[in-house]
């Protein structure tokens, strides 16, 4: 048995995820044993642990976990590539109604601020007309008092 020291991972810059977690379940240190390992097997990151192994530790450690990484790799790589032959299409057609539908709004929004400008060209001079007049009256009248 070995004691694991959560200041190792910090000093080794493990991502304050992993160090929390470390903390929340060990507290400062943990005397580390397969049993533990086995339990938090899908916790923690084992390929960046390995670099508190010795060089030999971690020579051992990648040819006892290359096939598993091997096998690992080819069924991802699997699974990405019917992920990616089943999404493509929908990711064309997504693309290709996106592009529709931006030439159409910007069609309208065109001819609508075309109309805008129409109105509001007409209706702002009325309304800094009217605000104008309503100025000069009362600035006026205050004066004469």
Request: one cysteine or more; hydrophobic letters at 40%; glycine letters at 6%.
């Amino acid at each position: 048995m070995r004691t694991l020291h959560i200041y190792q991972l910090r000093a080794l810059g493990a991502c304050s995820e992993q160090v929390d977690l470390f903390a929340e379940l060990f507290g400062e240190s943990v005397d580390v044993t397969e049993a533990l390992c086995a339990k938090h097997f899908d916790k923690f990151d084992w390929s960046f642990a390995a670099k508190l192994l010795s060089p030999q530790g971690q020579a051992e450690y990648d040819r006892v976990t290359g096939p598993a990484s091997a096998e690992y790799n080819r069924v991802t790589g699997l699974a990405w590539a019917e992920y990616n032959r089943v999404t493509d299409p929908a990711w064309a057609e997504y693309n290709r109604v996106r592009g529709l539908a931006w030439a159409e709004y910007t069609r309208v929004n065109g001819l609508a601020r075309t109309e805008y400008n129409r109105v509001n060209g007409p209706a702002r001079a009325e309304y800094d007309r009217v605000n104008g007049l309503a100025w000069a009256r009362l600035y006026i009248a205050e004066g004469a008092k």
